[in-house]
Nanobody, 114 residues
Framework: VQLQASGGGLVQPGGSLRLSCAAS????????IGWFRQVPGKEREGVSC????????TYANSVKGRFTISRDNAKNTVYLHINNLKPEDTAVYYC????????WGQGTLVTVSS
C-alpha cells in the first residue's frame, strides 16, 4: 500500500485542520491505520488509530476531545480532524497502515502559531 498525506499548514491557535491520507494499492479497511506526529529532535508520538476489525478508535491523552480520526472506505482515505489547535501540536504528522508490516506516508507539516 502507498500512502499520501496532505492537509497540513500554518494555523493560528484555536484553529482547525483536516489532514488526509489517501491510500493506493490496497484497501485501507484491511489495515490497522492511524497517525503519528514528530517534532524535530523528539521521538515520534502516536496520536490516533483505528482498529480494522471493529472500527474502535484510540487517542493519545494529549489530543483527546480535540482530534477525531475517521475513514472513508469509498475514497480509501483516512482523515484526522483537528480542532482547537495548540502551539504544542506543531509537528510533522505521518499516517500509517499496518498489517504485519508498517507502511508510512511522507508526512505533512502542521504549524500552530499566531
Amino acid at each position: 500500500v502507498q500512502l499520501q498525506a496532505s492537509g497540513g499548514g500554518l494555523v493560528q491557535p484555536g484553529g482547525s485542520l483536516r489532514l488526509s491520507c489517501a491510500a493506493s494499492g490496497s484497501a485501507l479497511d484491511e489495515y490497522h491505520i492511524g497517525w503519528f506526529r514528530q517534532v524535530p529532535g523528539k521521538e515520534r508520538e502516536g496520536v490516533s488509530c483505528i482498529n480494522p476489525s471493529d472500527g474502535y478508535t484510540t487517542y493519545a491523552n494529549s489530543v483527546k476531545g480535540r482530534f477525531t480520526i475517521s475513514r472513508d472506505n469509498a475514497k480509501n482515505t483516512v482523515y484526522l480532524h483537528i480542532n482547537n489547535l495548540k502551539p504544542e501540536d506543531t509537528a510533522v504528522y505521518y499516517c500509517y497502515a499496518g498489517r504485519g508490516y508498517l507502511y508510512w506516508g511522507q508526512g505533512t507539516l502542521v504549524t500552530v502559531s499566531s
